[in-house]
């Protein structure tokens, strides 16, 4: 069973950058495909960014496009999400979750067909 773990979040100000990781164990990593899910407080989760299992292919929500950049080192078992030009509004919980994807090379910002989450890492953007 895969299991994944986010790390990074912290405590920025506006304007500032980030890099969350998402480690995978217990699993065959390159067979998933790896969404980013945030949460703000109050709000609904939504799926701001993914990467197929590959890495060939990426999508960014279009709140969050120019500013967060999705990766993945499948040697390491990692993806990362980087975000730049941190703002208020990104203030929420992270979490990354995967999906089987052993036959295509896509990804997919819908909770649908997520198998595995992760716990989240708080991300808190304040002056």
């Known amino acids: 069973q895969l299991q994944l773990v986010e790390s990074g979040g912290a405590l920025v100000h506006p304007g500032g950058s980030l890099r969350l990781s998402c480690v995978a164990s217990g699993g065959t990593f390159a067979h998933y495909a790896i969404t980013w899910f945030r949460r703000p407080p109050g709000k609904e989760r939504e799926g701001v960014s993914c990467?197929?299992?590959?890495?060939?292919?990426?999508n960014d929500a279009s709140s969050v496009k120019g500013r967060f950049t999705i990766s993945r080192v499948n040697t390491r078992n990692t993806v990362y999400l980087e975000i730049n030009n941190l703002k208020p509004e990104d203030t929420a919980t992270y979490y990354c979750?995967?999906?089987?994807?052993?036959?295509?090379?896509?990804?997919?910002?819908?909770?649908?067909?997520?198998?595995?989450w992760g716990k989240g890492t708080l991300v808190i953007v304040s002056p």
């Open positions: 979750a995967a999906e089987p994807r052993r036959a295509t090379e896509d990804c997919t910002l819908s909770t649908d067909n997520m198998f595995h």
């Open positions: 990467i197929s299992k590959s890495g060939g292919v990426t």
